[in-house]
């Protein structure tokens, strides 16, 4: 068969099973396994597929058609311009994350700064954050093994590993050093709620770096209280939060003595984000 109809039949079955994206996802998901670029695909719509791709692209739109996330799919998921491996143990990099880099770099820009990364996931804020920040060193906590392994790979990957150390810790337990910036993505989905997410994010991406407790505010809380003694003087906390959660979280942060300096709105208008620095 050729390129062409390949990714046709692939985007119609996946229509069918009401996958919104399911154009992009045939796309992106035979770009990988061949090792090309979309573009390839488009410039070489009358090539061949031989039977083994085949094989290996349906067995791949079959993980699709039950709501596996395509960067699971690929183990990659492109951020800030640089492709991150993913997998279930980390979280899966949304566009909206990256307006928090941007500020961030754009504050500390030509500065030399030491970072703490809370959560750190597949470690894509930290490692973007000292992409950009040349002269900047950082850490990044996460509890779960498998994450800190990810985010290590990441950091060779990047040519990073030199500037960033990964490390297992509990938030509760780090007291080691002082920094210039804290930066989290702490789970914030209100526990009630995590039924309510789509296939594609309940049934695949890790529950411990969603689940924010009660109130969804768990971790936002002990993240603040632990921020409070290990920034420096005039030192930024940039903590993600949740959808209508701006209000509880800036009263928190008031009773801890921190100063609202900004806030970033993601592309719904909903404030995803508070940098905050400590009175």
Same mark, same amino acid.
Request: glycine share 6%.
């Given at each position: 068969?050729?390129?062409?109809?390949?990714?046709? #039949?692939?985007?119609?079955?996946?229509?069918?099973?009401?996958?919104?994206?399911?154009?992009?996802? /045939?796309? !992106?998901?035979?770009?990988? !396994?061949?090792? *090309?670029?979309?573009?390839?695909?488009?410039?070489?719509?009358?090539?061949?597929?031989?039977?083994?791709?085949?094989?290996?692209?349906?067995?791949?739109?079959?993980?699709?058609?039950?709501? #596996?996330?395509? /960067?699971?799919?690929?183990?990659?998921?492109?951020?800030?311009?640089?492709? =991150?491996?993913?997998?279930?143990?980390?979280?899966?990099?949304?566009?909206?994350?990256?307006?928090?880099?941007?500020?961030? *770099?754009?504050?500390?820009?030509? @500065?030399?700064?030491?970072?703490?990364?809370?959560?750190?996931?597949?470690?894509?804020? &930290?490692?973007?954050?000292?992409?950009?920040?040349?002269?900047?060193?950082? !850490?990044?906590?996460?509890?779960?093994?498998?994450?800190?392994?990810? /985010?290590?790979?990441?950091?060779?990957?990047?040519? &990073?590993?030199?500037?960033?150390?990964?490390?297992?810790?509990?938030?509760?337990?780090?007291?080691?050093?002082?920094?210039?910036?804290?930066?989290?993505?702490?789970?914030?989905?209100?526990?009630?709620?995590?039924?309510?997410?789509?296939?594609?994010?309940?049934? =695949?991406?890790?529950?411990? /770096?969603?689940?924010?407790?009660?109130?969804?505010?768990?971790?936002?809380?002990?993240?603040?209280?632990?921020?409070?003694?290990?920034?420096?003087?005039?030192?930024?906390?940039?903590?993600?939060?949740?959808? @209508?959660?701006?209000?509880?979280?800036?009263? !928190?942060?008031?009773?801890?003595?921190?100063?609202?300096?900004?806030?970033?709105?993601?592309?719904?208008?909903? *404030?995803?984000?508070?940098?905050?620095?400590?009175?």
């Amino acid at each position: 068969m050729i390129l062409e109809n390949t990714i046709k #039949e692939a985007s119609k079955t996946l229509k069918q099973h009401k996958i919104i994206s399911h154009e992009l996802d /045939a796309q !992106i998901i035979l770009s990988n !396994i061949l090792g *090309v670029s979309k573009e390839f695909l488009l410039l070489n719509s009358d090539m061949k597929i031989n039977e083994r791709i085949k094989t290996q692209y349906n067995n791949a739109i079959k993980r699709r058609l039950k709501h #596996e996330p395509v /960067a699971y799919i690929t183990g990659k998921k492109e951020f800030w311009s640089k492709n =991150f491996l993913v997998n279930k143990s980390t979280l899966v990099p949304r566009p909206e994350t990256e307006l928090l880099i941007y500020k961030i *770099v754009k504050y500390y820009r030509n @500065k030399k700064i030491n970072v703490l990364d809370i959560g750190t996931g597949s470690g894509c804020i &930290l490692l973007s954050i000292l992409k950009e920040l040349r002269n900047s060193r950082g !850490i990044g906590l996460d509890i779960s093994k498998n994450a800190i392994r990810t /985010a290590i790979i990441n950091s060779k990957n990047l040519k &990073l590993s030199n500037r960033s150390k990964f490390i297992i810790f509990d938030i509760k337990s780090f007291n080691l050093g002082k920094y210039d910036l804290i930066v989290s993505n702490p789970p914030y989905i209100p526990s009630g709620d995590i039924r309510k997410l789509s296939l594609d994010i309940r049934n =695949f991406e890790p529950l411990i /770096a969603l689940n924010g407790g009660y109130d969804g505010l768990d971790l936002i809380k002990k993240v603040i209280y632990k921020s409070s003694s290990l920034l420096k003087k005039n030192g930024l906390l940039a903590i993600e939060i949740g959808n @209508k959660q701006y209000l509880k979280v800036s009263k !928190i942060l008031t009773h801890h003595n921190f100063r609202e300096l900004s806030k970033i709105y993601d592309y719904k208008s909903n *404030v995803r984000c508070i940098i905050s620095t400590k009175k």
